[in-house]
């Protein structure tokens, strides 16, 4: 204890950066919270389902179409030490982006019209120019943590949303209406200016671009791909069994489980931030230290008992009464997350180790989980059938990333 000092611990890097992480995650999650209270006003129930159906369905578009080579990117940066090399992984990693949107923008502009007609139809086709912003999103989001670039990281994930909440405030000052078509272009917009303002401040290098693409394809074969099978059997199953309410019942229901989901989704932040500051250490490293992953629990454990205290209560303040729907979504998506914040933190390591085909399957079984349980639960119960299946498949989740933890450093 005699070398115990506040001041040194606040003054490590890996620290500062955690703290700064943490708070532009939880800052980012508040701003969310005020957007979500300003859409489900001026929005309405059905127009907010509208809204988060579509932002689902992009995110799940951009998902099927990245083929793992940001993920390659991601890895084969927190591997490099050479700063140049960083800088060609960089740049490749744009104009691999750019190739993926424009690709995107002329498959959707031909066939989105078999799929959906009318004003969905109309709103999709106008967002498109914005693939540019959700195919980098993705990447910056995967790229920046292998980078160790998280403070450039904490401004993606609160940047968007505050410039949104102040445009938001500015159409309902001036006109005090909100229209679902303005909600979409400044929302996209919004990640669109901070996007390109870290990707200007990224130092990237297009020299020896051939040859830096052609190191990221073979990569790609071993580490990339295998997790982006897992991530569509994953993270698209996820996607598609809330998508699945619109299917069997509205846009309204899925607009409650959507609402459920943002005034939930901090219960996954702790653990998840820790594995993201800790990624390039973990590359290093033979197992997780025990003493975080106690701390990590007991944290957490402590805001999962705040959020059922007072969620009743501020949700009934902020939000109309046509929106209680959601509140008991809200308690069982809480444990969700809880459980799959945990199973992030493992995956995370396994990550590191560039364990892409053991990740593969954890994505399949969560994957399989989905699919079954959505097919099963959510025509029967809705958005409570959806909320279940999400309980049960971050359990699968947790468990499968924890086994083959455990095994490996064994």
């Known amino acids: 204890m005699k070398n115990f000092s506040v001041k040194k611990i606040f003054k490590n890097q890996k620290v500062k950066q955690a703290i700064v992480l943490y708070s532009s995650t939880i800052g980012s999650m508040l701003i969310g919270f005020l957007i979500s209270v300003l859409n489900t006003k001026y929005l309405g129930k059905d127009n ?6 579509i932002e689902v369905l992009f995110s799940l578009i951009v998902l099927f179409s990245t083929f793992g080579f940001f993920y390659s990117c991601t890895y084969m940066t927190a591997k490099e030490e050479n700063e140049q090399k960083k800088n060609k992984l960089f740049g490749a990693h744009i104009i691999i982006g750019l190739v993926i949107s424009l690709f995107l923008i002329l498959i959707l502009t031909s066939y989105i019209s078999f799929f959906y007609t009318g004003n969905l139809g109309i709103y999709i086709h106008v967002l498109l120019p914005f693939m540019f912003v959700l195919v980098f999103n993705n990447s910056l989001e995967n790229i920046l943590q292998g980078n160790n670039k998280i403070y450039s990281l904490s401004i993606l994930k609160i940047g968007p949303k505050f410039i949104y909440l102040l445009t938001l405030l500015g159409i309902i000052f001036f006109f ?3 229209s679902l078509k303005s909600a979409l272009v400044f929302f996209y ?6 996007i390109v303002s870290i990707i200007l401040k990224t130092p990237f290098s297009f020299k020896d671009l051939k040859a830096t693409i052609n190191s990221i394809f073979e990569t790609n074969k071993i580490v990339g791909f295998p997790i982006y099978i897992g991530g569509v059997l994953g993270v698209a199953s996820t ?13 309204t229901d899925f607009g409650f489980y959507a609402l459920a989901l943002t005034v939930s989704s901090p219960m996954g932040v702790l653990p998840g931030i820790v594995g993201t500051t800790l990624m390039r250490d973990f590359a290093n490293k033979k197992k997780m230290p025990v003493n975080i992953l106690k701390l990590i629990v007991i944290i957490s454990l402590i805001f999962f008992v705040l959020f059922l205290t007072f969620l009743n209560p501020l949700f009934n303040y902020f939000y109309s009464r046509e929106y209680e729907p959601a509140i008991n979504l809200a308690i069982l998506t809480s444990v969700a997350f809880l459980i799959h914040g945990f199973g992030d933190l493992y995956n ?7 364990e892409g085909k053991k990740m593969r399957i954890s994505s399949i079984n969560i994957g399989l989980s989905n699919i079954i349980l959505s097919l099963c639960l959510i025509p029967l119960f809705g958005s409570s059938g959806a909320a279940y299946v999400k309980i049960i498949s971050s359990a699968v989740y947790l468990g499968t990333v924890s086994f083959f933890y455990y095994k490996r450093i064994k």
Do not use: W
């Open 48 to 53: 907010y389902g509208d809204f988060k159906f």
């Open 176 to 178: 005090d209406e909100l």
């Open 189 to 194: 917009a919004s990640t669109g200016i901070i």
């Open 239 to 251: 996607h598609l069994s809330s998508l699945f309410i619109s299917f069997f019942n509205n846009n």
């Open 348 to 354: 995370k390591f396994l990550y590191a180790k560039g």
